[in-house]
């Protein structure tokens, strides 16, 4: 797209002259922002992160050229959402200042006394109501289809999250590799799950293990198992072999082909908490990616 006539002479007569009393500090097609309204939003900033705070994220030291690229990306969400039908109108905006002052007991002149000792006006306050929906509708709309969570991540989180819980039960699909007890030299018990994960890999295996059994026991739940072998299992990552277990003269190393925690009450009590928290990480770089790919499609200038 290209910039607009007024806007490309606004800026080649800065340019030129140097005459304007307000330097144009960037644009992003026709929308031109000036270094005076970078700099009041910068001053604003603490009433900004509070009000909206994942259009400013909270942090130490906000640039200028921080302040202008969210400048921009505000312009592209509007214009997207505008494209798919989407525009928050006055009346909805007033809707939810009304709301909100309903909740907290706020007559007009209170929200307004209020957001003056905050150091922003209440016009100020009404566009960043109006922004903080659009990114809402940007996040809902756009970005969270892009953000892929599976059921098996929730039940990795939980399980980081409450690895010492001695409750956690899960389901296993297992093959077991047996050798007989006997047949082990001394000294190889530990080190026999690293040369069946050779043998996986390659076919080898020491002629002395070639009694070597395997038996597929498929999908067994922890809880249906003697303690000591579950106890073994709840240590053994997926698509690794667990160390020895033996039993009646029989060494047993399992080959763990999946690992799944089962879906206990807590867990689900907990599943969308914890998908809150993997959705807000890997949300920001599926958004910076984004906005990397729309940023080709506008006309954008920078001059801080």
Do not use: C
Request: glycine share 4%.
């Amino acid at each position: 797209m290209k910039i607009s006539l007024a806007a490309l002479l606004i800026f080649i007569s800065f340019q030129s002259y140097g005459k304007l009393l307000d330097k144009i500090a960037g644009v992003i097609n026709d929308k031109v922002y000036s270094l005076s309204e970078l700099e009041r939003i910068k001053s604003t900033i603490p009433a900004r992160t509070e009000i909206a705070p994942f259009i400013y994220p909270k942090k130490s030291n906000y640039t200028l050229s921080d302040i202008l690229k969210i400048q921009q990306q505000k312009f592209i969400v509007k214009d997207k959402l505008s494209a798919q039908g989407f525009v928050v109108s006055d009346d909805s905006v007033e809707a939810r200042i009304k709301d909100t002052e309903k909740k907290l007991g706020l007559r007009r002149a209170d929200l307004i006394d209020f957001l003056k000792a905050k150091g922003i006006t209440f016009d100020e306050y009404f566009e960043l109501i109006r922004e903080a929906t659009e990114f809402n509708i940007f996040n809902r709309r756009i970005i969270s289809p892009l953000v892929n969570i599976t059921d098996q991540e929730l039940k990795n989180r939980y399980y980081e999250n409450n690895s010492s819980n001695k409750a956690l039960s899960f389901e296993y699909d297992i093959v077991d590799f047996t050798l007989p007890e006997s047949k082990i030299r001394k000294g190889d018990l530990p080190k026999i799950p690293a040369m069946l994960t050779n043998y996986q890999q390659t076919g080898n295996l020491p002629a002395i293990y070639s009694e070597l059994e395997t038996n597929n026991l498929g999908k067994l739940s922890g809880d249906d198992l003697p303690k000591d072998l579950n106890a073994v299992l709840k240590v053994t990552n997926a698509k690794s072999f667990s160390n020895a277990y033996v039993k009646e003269g029989t060494v047993h190393f399992f080959y763990l082909k999946k690992k799944e925690l089962k879906a206990s009450q807590d867990y689900l009590k907990m599943r969308d908490r914890l998908y809150s928290q993997i959705y807000a990480q890997r949300s920001v770089g599926v958004t910076q990616s984004w906005f990397s790919r729309e940023y080709l499609n506008y006309y954008i200038l920078e001059n801080i």
